[in-house]
């Protein structure tokens, strides 16, 4: 039962560009997270989403972010005109349908950006 | 606001010698904790969920318990392998979605 899949691990990026990072939620789960970690510091919340849906963004920042979770295929975060300050790894999660109390999330094992 | 503190930010230990993790939050109110331990490079890996006060929880040398105020991860005679570092996160009941609070981490160093 394959996990949290997402790609590419890495990425490297100049100002300016356009990163798109991927990723597949584990088999039988249709609720996503993306959480980015800076270097030195704590895993953030910044998205979660739903098959079409976008549940909960307050973690996005307004400009140059979006993401998607469309009915077929990976997730997207999409971050457009990079900054260095956007270097970081991203980590995507996945949950199975929301469980009465907590629910789990899984991560995948995330992709690297780097900014030059 | 919802707030994770761990303590300590670091943690060496000699092989054996058991020691233990702490993570203190306020919100207001609690759906759940985790703990997710994360090797260097590597995505957070799944451990426990606590939900109530006196919920305890093991798995090998890792026990984590649960108080109104704090989470405690125990690791008894610890090996090198254990070496990484161990994330708390919660659940508030009133989070807006699914999002996870996370602390800052404890890096572990396990040495022989």
């Known amino acids: 039962n394959a996990g949290v899949m997402q790609n590419p691990r890495h990425l490297v990026r100049r100002r300016g560009q356009e990163a798109r990072l991927r990723c597949s939620p584990m088999?039988?789960?249709?609720?996503v997270y993306w959480y980015r970690q800076l270097p030195e510091e704590g895993l953030k919340f910044m998205v979660y989403?739903?098959?079409?849906?976008?549940?909960?963004e307050s973690g996005m920042p307004k400009e140059r972010f979006s993401a998607e979770f469309p009915k077929e295929g990976p997730s997207i975060l999409r971050i457009q005109q990079v900054v260095r300050g956007d270097s970081a790894a991203y980590f995507c999660?996945?949950?199975?349908?929301?469980?009465?109390?907590?629910?789990?999330?899984?991560f995948g094992p995330g992709t690297r950006l780097t900014v030059l | 606001e919802d707030q994770v503190t761990q303590s300590p930010e670091a943690l060496r230990l000699q092989e054996g010698e058991s020691s233990s993790l702490n993570c203190s939050y306020t919100?207001?109110?609690?759906?759940?904790l985790f703990w997710y331990r994360q090797d260097p490079g590597k995505g957070p890996e799944f451990l426990f969920t606590?939900?109530?006060a006196g919920e305890e929880k093991e798995k090998e040398r890792l026990k984590a318990t649960l108080t109104k105020k704090e989470s405690f991860l125990h690791i008894t005679a610890p090996k090198p392998e254990d070496s990484a570092t161990y994330l708390c996160?919660?659940?508030?009941?009133?989070?807006?979605?699914?999002?996870?609070?996370f602390g800052g981490g404890t890096r572990v160093l396990v040495k022989p």
């Open positions: 999660a996945s949950s199975p349908l929301l469980a009465p109390k907590g629910n789990e999330q899984f």
């Open positions: 088999k039988g789960h249709s609720h």
């Open positions: 989403l739903q098959k079409e849906n976008i549940i909960d």
């Open positions: 919100v207001s109110g609690l759906r759940g």
């Open positions: 606590l939900y109530s």
């Open positions: 996160a919660v659940h508030p009941i009133k989070a807006a979605g699914n999002k996870l609070t």
